[in-house]
């Protein structure tokens, strides 16, 4: 399968606990973005990555978030100390970063905290 | 800030009958626009992009400037269309690339046998 993958597909936490997921986009791609999505609602833009270099952060992602993308090829998205209000779905897209381009998104890593 | 509405969370049709899924946008620049699908239990995937100008299952989508809408039409639904359809909007992030994707809140279409 040659399209974005996450991992897991499904978490479920207590409340405090840290969660770590990872986004392995597609292979040549060198835009990848991160958006939740809570029931009822369209995707919202968390933050993107240009290659290693994350460009770009929205006010939705507080201090207990944290994104990496160390190699410019897979990202992890981290969750320090988790509350109810993370329980969403998190997706990852990537786009091969020439003119307008398609985001390509994953299946998405669904949250629960309990 | 950008925004993206879709008025309408559900809108159920006939087979065969036309369908237009409703969707304005609020950006003072120049915006490109996408329709994504959602079909039962699969990812998001692109069904069309304004500048691309085509007509992707039946469906096509015209940018009104003037009305800032970026509204989706297919003359005859089919069963198969049934599925949840997000509008979304992308402005330069920096440079001539596009950037983040700023999405409605979704519609669900239910097409009747």
């Known amino acids: 399968d040659t399209g974005v993958s996450q991992n897991p597909r499904h978490k479920i936490t207590k409340r405090g606990q840290n969660v770590t997921f990872r986004c392995d986009p597609i292979s040549e791609h060198n835009r990848l973005y991160w958006y939740r999505q809570t029931l009822g609602q369209g995707p919202e833009f968390l933050t993107y990555f240009q290659n290693e270099a994350q460009l770009e952060k929205s006010r939705l992602l507080s201090d207990r978030f944290s994104a990496e993308r160390p190699k410019g090829s897979f990202s992890t998205l981290e969750i320090q100390r988790t509350e109810q209000g993370d329980s969403a779905m998190y997706l990852c897209?990537?786009?091969?970063?020439?003119?307008?381009?398609?985001?390509?998104f994953g299946p998405g890593t669904r949250l629960t905290v309990l | 800030a950008q925004r993206v509405t879709q008025p309408e969370k559900l809108l159920s049709v006939f087979k065969g009958a036309p369908v237009e899924l409703k969707c304005n946008y609020s950006y003072s620049g120049s915006p490109e626009l996408f329709w994504y699908v959602q079909y039962s239990r699969q990812r998001l995937q692109l069904l069309l992009r304004h500048i691309s100008r085509e007509s992707i299952k039946g469906f096509t989508a015209d940018l009104n400037k003037g009305e800032t809408s970026f509204h989706l039409k297919k003359p005859f639904a089919q069963e198969e269309d049934s599925a949840m359809y997000y509008c979304?909007?992308?402005?330069?992030?920096?440079?001539?690339?596009?950037?983040?994707?700023?999405f409605g809140q979704g519609t669900i279409l239910t097409v009747h046998p």
């Open positions: 897209a990537s786009s091969p970063s020439r003119g307008t381009d398609t985001q390509y």
């Open positions: 979304a909007l992308s402005v330069p992030a920096g440079g001539t690339s596009y950037g983040k994707l700023t």
